[in-house]
């Protein structure tokens, strides 16, 4: 039986660190079961130059915009058709274009699809906010395409049945693994004597609020905080040019997933102020490495983390600058979200029992009429308590 493993949109970000833990072992359980494979990758970024076994076939996808459309919706699918592929696992994004005979699975993550209701939109403005609005919907169209879904958490799994009129019965949920590139470190003990580490590991999109950042940093600016950013000064400025004037903000640039450790090692909080998430890798990475958390007031947020994190309004910089003072004032506090961390952390699902539960829906959904059946529903519920 002949499948495509498709990580051809993976080109930076959570992605290449989703896909470079999870790409090779479920290539691995679907060998050992009998099934050929093809895997279609980017043709830059890190998983353009990954090494795989020797028997599996290999699909690049074109980097230019236009060839890419060409080659997914007019070459690809042809060449599943004369290749008689039977599925398309998608390991992260929004699936491909594919024949009517030809099942598709999609693992998806992007909280952009199921939040029309977020106060992202409404930062958008003009021409942008169309852009945006039309790329949202192409990426809805083509998650419409697949016959099964794979959400990382009930929360979202539940909204894209809602905004994206999905059917139930054909979705499941299942949480994450954490990062291999980090070591688990006993929950930190806080005695913050010296000056506070808040690390933010992001992009700089609008959904990243990194301008609502920069207006709490002008705020604690003269107290005892250094805030670290994975961003270059360029790309940080060209957000807010006056991040420029300030001395509080250290700029790390783009950090390679194999680097992680030494920036968790010399952080003391880790801070997501993201308006959309689906399930965050700096959270788990934030467990793992035993740190407390500041996150984004979302329910997401609170969905996932729960009493590891300390929430604030990010578009409300004097209010949350002033709890971010409070909150790093007592250690006892940020003690306990890094315990509390060690808690969900346990709770995730592991590597290897991830691989096993999506081999379980590719092998029941292969036993599937997709003209006929359904999805055998395969529930694991993110559970916080």
């Known amino acids: 039986m002949h499948w495509l493993i498709d990580a051809g949109a993976i080109k930076t970000g959570g992605g290449v660190q989703i896909a470079l833990n ?47 459309i060409f080659f997914e919706y007019l070459q690809l699918p042809l060449w599943m058709k004369t290749r008689n592929i039977k599925g398309i696992y998608s390991v992260f994004g929004f699936g491909l274009p594919h024949p009517v005979s030809t099942l598709s699975i999609v693992s998806t993550a992007n909280a952009t699809t ?35 879904w794979v959400f990382e958490t009930e929360l979202m799994r539940q909204r894209s049945v809602k905004h994206l009129n999905i059917p139930l019965d054909k979705t499941c949920a299942i949480n994450p693994s954490p990062t291999i590139f980090l070591i688990d470190r006993p929950a930190k003990h806080y005695e913050l004597s010296g000056k506070i580490q808040i690390t933010l590991l992001t992009g700089n999109e609008q ?82 490495a035993g740190l407390a958390q500041i996150c984004s007031d979302r329910d997401f947020a609170r969905y996932i983390c729960g009493e590891s994190a300390f929430y604030i309004e990010p578009l409300d910089p004097t209010e949350s600058a002033k709890k971010i003072r ?17 808690y969900l952390l ?15 829906i590719i092998r029941s959904s292969s036993r599937t009429e997709k003209t006929k059946g359904t999805a055998k529903q395969f529930y694991i519920p993110y559970n916080k308590n």
Not at 221 to 243: G, R, W, Y
Not at 326 to 342: D, Y
Request: net charge positive.
């Open 22 to 68: 999870r790409l090779p072992l479920l290539i691995e359980a679907l060998l050992n079961k009998g099934y050929q494979l093809t895997v279609l990758l980017p043709s830059t970024g890190p998983l353009s130059s990954l090494k795989l076994d020797a028997r599996i076939g290999l699909l690049y996808s074109p980097d230019n915009w236009l060839a890419r």
């Open 114 to 148: 199921c939040y029309p209701d977020s106060p992202y939109w409404k930062k958008l403005k003009g021409i942008n906010y169309l852009k945006r609005k039309l790329y949202t919907h192409l990426r809805q169209s083509r998650l419409k395409l697949a016959d099964y």
């Open 207 to 288: 959904h990243k609020n990194i301008e609502y950042l920069i207006d709490i940093c002008c705020i604690l600016q003269h107290d005892n905080i250094q805030f670290n950013i994975s961003l270059t000064k360029e790309q940080l400025e060209s957000v807010a040019p006056k991040a420029k004037y300030l001395h509080n903000i250290n700029c790390l640039g783009k950090i390679p997933p194999d680097q992680l450790q030494s920036i968790y090692d010399t952080t003391d909080i880790l801070m997501n102020l993201s308006e959309l998430e689906s399930f965050s890798n700096n959270y788990m990475e934030a467990w793992k």
């Open 326 to 342: 409070n909150i790093i004032s007592q250690p006892s506090e940020l003690n306990k979200m890094a315990t509390n961390g060690k």
């Open 346 to 360: 346990d709770r995730l699902t592991r590597p290897k029992e991830y691989i096993a539960k999506t081999l379980d």
